[in-house]
């Protein structure tokens, strides 16, 4: 069990390290969608999308790893004055009973979705934009499979410090 949760924490980490890149890759696009529109006079519709595609996965895929550092929110206050063993079984619980459902929501409930807009290779409505909706759609089943991951990840390691 353990092996597992070392490899889903280490696809989590690289994962992370691909979004830092996109982000700067995301910045430059924007700044050269600013010079080219204000300054050229040029807009390009599919050059927007992409911007919002990065930003779409950078979110969505970063969701994981917010779980991972645990960056997300919670009530400190009140789990900060309990003892380490109570803080691993609150941990737990909640990862069981909030966020493993919503996981497996998001996933099922993005699938037929994403089945249609394959189906359809659905594209953007805008003219001159990025024929790859059906691909950006795929990214939501997929945020909610590393979510139910990191969720196993993150109860195996409370159970692991909860017996210690």
Known sequence: MKQFQILIDKVIDNIAKILTYLLVSMIILV?????????????????????????????????????????????????NSLSKKNQYFISMLGTIIFIIPTSLFITYSSIDMVTQSWSLLEGSSEAGGLDLVFILKSVIPITGVLIFLQALSDIIKYVDRYKT
């Open 31 to 79: 700044f050269i969608t600013v010079i080219i529109r204000y300054m050229l006079n040029i807009s390009y519709v599919a050059l927007q999308e992409l911007v919002m595609y990065f930003h779409a996965l950078i979110f969505m895929f970063g969701v994981s790893y917010a779980l991972k550092e645990k960056s997300h929110v919670k009530i400190d206050i009140i789990y």
